[in-house]
């Protein structure tokens, strides 16, 4: 199976792989949703992007099957910024399921690498 982060994350928001018209604006949503899961603490320290189909989830997860749900997230964050639904309703649905996952990757990330949100100050500071 192609676990390609561009072909799947395609064929998820309903383009064919082979149709490589969109894959500038898909590559850059799919850069921004890194961006946003580094912020989470989910991935590389320095940060992951993509400028084709090579990489593969594996590249990004690490073979973590704790964050497997970052594919779904991945979609409907690209889904939402490349052909978001017609309706309110649906936008707000997926946007309610874009915060519960970002909340569950979180709490996965913690379990590992818990960091003090109130670090003590230091002396003299």
């Known amino acids: 199976m192609d676990q390609s982060i561009l ?7 309903g383009v ?9 604006n898909i590559i850059t949503h799919i ?3 890194f961006a946003r ?14 400028e ?3 990489p593969t ?8 099957r704790r964050l497997n749900s970052v594919k779904s997230y991945m979609y409907l964050c ?23 996952m970002e909340w569950i990757l979180n709490v996965t990330r ?3 690498a818990w960091i003090d949100p109130n670090p003590p100050l230091a002396l003299g500071a």
């Not at 989830?57 to 973590?64: K, Q, T």
């Not at 490349?82 to 997926?94: G, H, I, K």
Request: proline fraction near 6%.
């Open 57 to 64: 989830w594996d590249d990004f997860l690490f073979g973590d």
């Open 110 to 112: 913690e379990e590992e």
């Open 78 to 100: 690209v889904r939402i910024l490349f052909d978001p639904p017609q309706t309110q309703y649906l936008v707000e649905s997926m946007n309610n399921q874009i915060d519960k």
């Open 52 to 54: 084709d189909e090579t």
């Open 16 to 24: 064919d792989p082979s149709l490589t018209v969109y894959d500038f």
């Open 31 to 33: 850069n921004s949703v």
């Open 37 to 50: 899961l580094q912020t989470l603490g989910i991935g590389p320290v320095d940060g992951f992007m993509i």
């Open 7 to 13: 072909n799947v994350t395609k064929r998820m928001v």
